[in-house]
């Protein structure tokens, strides 16, 4: 039982225990690249029966990639689900085409760097200039997808067309599919069907 796994734990390893625990329930993510992230990584992973067993019992899974040096958190009952406007499910597919066609070029830190304009150009080529997000929309979106480590940009407030951001491998794990295309046609769907603000659960919260 996880109970007795936690008892045996020292004062710092339960405090450890319970910041790692509360960020995931918070943003789902946890990736070994970020800075603020490692130390809470290498933890659940020392930890792991604990932490599953924990999360199994307020049904959620933990699941840890470590090829993508990723823990990630799914609740089990489909509830605690973030609902997305229709502008941010279209640019977190953007995103997520924009790993795979950058997915050549990974830096050190395992991030795939992008520029804005990128998923202004993608708005485009999708058929959906009218929707190209404005300086503000834009912000607010990647700002609630930078709280979920999926993304890290240097500055949302002076944010302009050349900044980089660069995308996290949690994106994988967010918008899971074995086929790209499937990506390609979602947005084209969304495209040819252009209309209103629409909103799709996509993502836990």
């Known amino acids: 039982m996880w109970q007795l796994n ?18 995931l329930l918070a943003v789902n993510f946890l ?3 970020k800075p ?22 307020i049904d959620w899974e933990l699941d840890i ?10 609740n089990t009952s489909n509830r605690n689900r973030l609902n997305l406007k229709l502008n941010e499910t279209i640019t ?5 085409l924009l790993y795979e066609q950058n997915s050549d070029e990974v830096n050190i830190d395992d991030h795939v760097e992008i520029k804005v304009s990128d998923i202004h150009e993608m708005y485009a080529i ?22 979920f480590n999926l993304l890290e940009i240097e500055s949302l407030q002076s ?16 918008v ?5 295309f499937d990506v390609y046609k979602k947005l084209h769907s969304f495209g040819a069907t252009d209309g209103g603000d629409a909103v799709e659960e996509t993502k836990e919260d």
């Open 159 to 174: 944010l302009s067309t050349n900044d980089s951001i660069y995308i996290l491998p949690s994106i994988l794990l967010a």
């Open 126 to 147: 999708i058929g959906l200039e009218s929707r190209i997000l404005t300086k503000t929309a834009i912000i607010e979106i990647l700002s609630l997808f930078r709280r």
């Open 36 to 57: 603020d992230n490692a130390n809470m990584y290498y933890f659940v992973s020392k930890n792991v029966e604990l932490f599953t067993d924990y999360f199994a019992f």
């Open 92 to 96: 977190l597919l953007i995103i997520r």
């Open 65 to 74: 990639n470590t090829g993508l040096g990723v823990v990630s958190l799914k």
């Open 6 to 23: 936690y008892d045996n734990l020292s004062i710092t390893d339960k405090k450890q225990f319970s910041d790692a625990a509360n960020k």
């Open 31 to 33: 990736v070994k690249s």
């Open 176 to 180: 899971e599919t074995s086929n790209v």
